[in-house]
Every structure is written in structure tokens, then in C-alpha cells.
């Protein structure tokens, strides 16, 4: 839930967004405006309408991988950062996120800052290095030996499910895995193949 004040009004405005992760409350501010501008160029976006389609912006897009949890205890989540201010607000929002131990499966592509976006990992975490299967991903072992030399190391592994599974087997209920550090990456993770979550009582 988001609540929006514009300067020139007095009243705030509250959204309810399907979309999780702190970086939210920012694009939603963009999303805000190009509607406003729309609005002023005579298209007719009444705010119900606009409130509707944020609320259900995953079934109606079938956009993924942006802070989406797909397993709890251990918690695992899905998240398609990939550049520098991707990472930095994957972070942050990780900082907010109760957890006890933090496991990081990550692959990139080679045409990506990937000495940056490295230096921005948090180095505690248990590190996975993996590779998406396309033309462009950097190999496991690649990214391994960049990674070592922004002070990080981990295991290496063929892909993105093998690594996810060794995660899960080595996580504690109370821990977090995250799946990071390339779209393509996150859209090979075959979230079928994960047991069940435990029931809530």
C-alpha cells in the first residue's frame, strides 16, 4: 500500500500495488505521471481505473522476478535486478527483510558492469555462481574469478535449478535465498520443481 500526496492538492491518494519491494514507491510516482499527462492529452484513464490495474499489474502485464517470493521457510525470492541501481535497491530492500543467514544463487551477462554490480553484493552471504543459458551470459567460472576479486567467493554451477536446489538443501527455515543478477537467469528458474512451502497455523 502506497500513499500519494500532490503538491498542489491536499488530499492523499492510496494505492494498493500487487508489485512487492521498496523500489515500488518510486516507480509508481512515474507511473502517476504518465497518466496524468495522458489525462491531459484526452485520454480517459478515470483514478478507479488506475487503481484497479496497479492492483493487478502481474496478471495483466504477467510481469516477474521483481521481489517475488516464491517459496518461505527458507524464503526465496525471485528478482530480476541486474545494473547498479537495480542492486543497490535489492540491498536495501534485503536489509529490510528479516532473515537470518542470506544465500545469494547469482548469474549476469557479459555486456553488464559486472565488477560494480559485484562490489554492491553484501559479502556475508553464501554465493552461487551460475549462467543463464544464452549466447551473452558470462560462464560460472567467469564470474566465480570476478567475483573473488571483489573480495566474494562461492560455488559454481551449471545452472540456475541445480544451484537453487543446493541452496534449499543447505538453507535454514529462518534464511533467505535470492535469485539475482540477470532476467534471463530468473526466467529459468523453474519454480515447480521447489517443495512445498509449510503451512502457516
Not at 492510496?14 to 505521471?33: A, C, F, M, R, W
Not at 521481489?67 to 521457510?73: A, G, L, M, Q, R
Request: aromatic share 4%; with cysteine; hydrophobic share 40%.
Amino acid at each position: 500500500m502506497v500513499e500519494v500526496a500532490n503538491e498542489h492538492h491536499a488530499d492523499h491518494k492510496t494505492y494498493h500495488l500487487d508489485l512487492p519491494g521498496i523500489y515500488q514507491t518510486k516507480n509508481i510516482l512515474s507511473v502517476l505521471e504518465a497518466c496524468s499527462i495522458l489525462q491531459e492529452r484526452g485520454w480517459n484513464s478515470e483514478d478507479t481505473v488506475i487503481q484497479k490495474a496497479l492492483l493487478h499489474v502481474k496478471k495483466l502485464t504477467g510481469l516477474a522476478g521483481r521481489w517475488e517470493i516464491v517459496h518461505t521457510s527458507p524464503l526465496v525470492v525471485l528478482d530480476v535486478a541486474h545494473n547498479e541501481d537495480g542492486i543497490r535497491q535489492l540491498v536495501q530492500q534485503i536489509e529490510m527483510t528479516e532473515h537470518h543467514q542470506l544465500h545469494i544463487i547469482t548469474g549476469m551477462v557479459k555486456d553488464k558492469d559486472v565488477e560494480k554490480v559485484l562490489h554492491l553484493l553484501p559479502k556475508e552471504a553464501t554465493y552461487y555462481f551460475t549462467k543463464a543459458h544464452i549466447p551473452r551470459a558470462l560462464t560460472e567460472n567467469e564470474l566465480s574469478d570476478k567475483a573473488l576479486h571483489a573480495g566474494i567467493k562461492g560455488s559454481i554451477f551449471e545452472n540456475v535449478n541445480t544451484a537453487l536446489k543446493t541452496a534449499m538443501q543447505k538453507a535454514k527455515p529462518a534464511d533467505m535465498i535470492v535469485v539475482c543478477g540477470s532476467i534471463f537467469l530468473v526466467g529459468e528458474v523453474n519454480t515447480s520443481a521447489l517443495p512445498a512451502s509449510p503451512a502457516h497455523t
